[in-house]
């Protein structure tokens, strides 16, 4: 079987990798005084040139910045929104993990003002990576839509700005819909949407949550589906766009738990994405048997090497899931990554940088196992 030539490849990786001392104290130092930003722009781009060359020694065929100049997966690009403020309030999530429950805590956030982009967000981000790039094809990350008020919910939006709900999301996607223009216009062709609703909406008890808080989180995923088609309809041609659907990466730590079984009808159906990037890395994420809803011609990347213990998996046992996914996706149409990112924010996840890169290595090894 031959390898794919276009995205996502046969291994692939969701986007962060662990941020390396020196930019950690480089972060410290800015934010302490002791540094300016153009000297912590000056670390910022050289780790990337490393990490970058890592992605394709490795034999990587797509390579990000390893998201080292965001503290966080999401609210770095969130608060540059236009019309979006920080506020005094705090976001909250509650994360579990095998010893216990932890908390991620962000500025809060409000909606002032109608939604805009006053120039593209992540534009030089994605210039510089695309500059550096020798083998590999850049990809972007970039948090979905549905992220700007998972956590907050609607009663962060002035409703003496937005008294139509329904205009506030038509302006979340024209806002969207500017930036993938403004990428594509740099060149991107590949683009990774990271979004947490849609999978977290598997677990009773977050649709309870958003239940508790005058929402309708029965119906939630069908909304959140139709915002981000809507962010990606008039997407330029050539242009390969994938969703990541997590249920939560903080510390090696999780939000929610369940298969996708709950809303893969309509995500897998209806979801107008090139790919899918799928957590199946324990027996929190379910099964295979979602997949069945998987029209032909979408792409299924399988996350079954963890990345939130440093153990590494058998290669192996690797194959067999493999195998046993094609049960109901065909296996052209199957590929190989990490179930998550290696450091959604800058903390990073509970491995070393050795045990990074021996996974990566390993997802490398067991494609061309399998597709050649």
């Known amino acids: 079987m031959d390898a794919r030539t276009e995205p996502p490849f046969r291994a692939d990786h969701v986007g962060s990798l662990l941020r390396p001392r020196s930019?950690?104290?480089?972060?410290?130092?800015?934010?302490?005084?002791?540094?300016?930003?153009?000297?912590?722009?000056?670390?910022?781009?050289?780790?990337?040139?490393?990490?970058?060359a890592l992605q394709e020694d490795i034999g990587l065929r797509a390579a990000t910045d390893g998201e080292f100049r965001r503290t966080s997966w999401h609210m770095d690009f969130i608060y540059q929104l236009g019309g979006v403020i920080r506020t005094d309030d705090e976001i909250v999530?509650?994360?579990?993990?095998?010893?216990?429950?932890?908390?991620?805590?962000?500025?809060?956030?409000?909606?002032?003002?109608?939604?805009?982009?006053?120039?593209?967000?992540?534009?030089d981000d994605y210039r510089f990576l695309a500059g550096?790039?020798?083998?590999?094809?850049?990809?972007?990350?970039?948090?979905?839509?549905n992220m700007v008020l998972f956590r907050s919910g609607t009663t962060a939006v002035d409703r003496s700005v937005y008294p139509d709900l329904d205009q506030f999301w038509?302006?979340?996607?024209?806002?969207?819909?500017?930036?993938?223009?403004?990428?594509?216009?740099?060149?991107?062709?590949?683009?990774?949407?990271?979004?947490?609703?849609?999978?977290c909406m598997n677990d009773p008890a977050q649709r309870a949550v958003?239940?508790?808080r005058g929402e309708d989180g029965e119906q939630t995923h069908l909304h959140n589906i139709r915002q981000i088609n809507a962010a990606v309809a008039d997407r330029p041609a050539g242009m390969r766009i994938a969703v990541h659907l997590c249920r939560g990466?903080?510390?090696?730590?999780?939000?929610?738990?369940?298969?996708?079984?709950?809303?893969?009808?309509?995500?897998?159906?209806?979801?107008?994405?090139?790919?899918?990037f799928c957590e199946f890395d324990d027996e929190r994420s379910g099964g295979f048997a979602p997949l069945r809803f998987v029209p032909p011609g979408k792409q299924v990347v399988l996350g079954l090497v963890t990345t939130k213990r440093g153990r590494l998996e058998d290669p192996d046992v690797l194959k067999r899931r493999i195998d046993e996914a094609a049960r109901?996706?065909?296996?052209?149409q199957l590929s190989l990554s990490p179930q998550c990112g290696f450091s959604s924010t800058v903390d990073g996840n509970v491995l070393n940088p050795h045990q990074e890169v021996d996974k990566l290595r390993l997802v490398v090894k067991v494609a061309q196992d399998v597709w050649g």
């Open 132 to 145: 550096q790039v020798r083998t590999a094809m850049p990809k972007m990350t970039l948090p979905s839509p």
């Open 249 to 276: 990466n903080f510390r090696s730590s999780w939000v929610a738990e369940g298969g996708y079984d709950y809303v893969a009808e309509a995500l897998f159906s209806d979801l107008d994405v090139d790919a899918f």
């Open 23 to 52: 930019l950690v104290q480089a972060r410290h130092d800015f934010a302490e005084g002791r540094i300016d930003a153009a000297r912590l722009r000056a670390v910022e781009d050289a780790a990337i040139r490393e990490v970058i």
């Open 170 to 199: 038509a302006d979340l996607s024209t806002a969207y819909a500017d930036e993938i223009r403004a990428l594509a216009a740099l060149g991107c062709r590949y683009l990774q949407l990271d979004d947490t609703s849609l999978a």
């Open 210 to 212: 958003l239940a508790a």
């Open 328 to 332: 109901y996706v065909p296996l052209d």
């Open 93 to 123: 999530v509650t994360f579990r993990n095998d010893e216990g429950t932890g908390e991620f805590v962000a500025a809060g956030l409000a909606v002032r003002q109608p939604l805009h982009l006053d120039e593209p967000i992540f534009a």
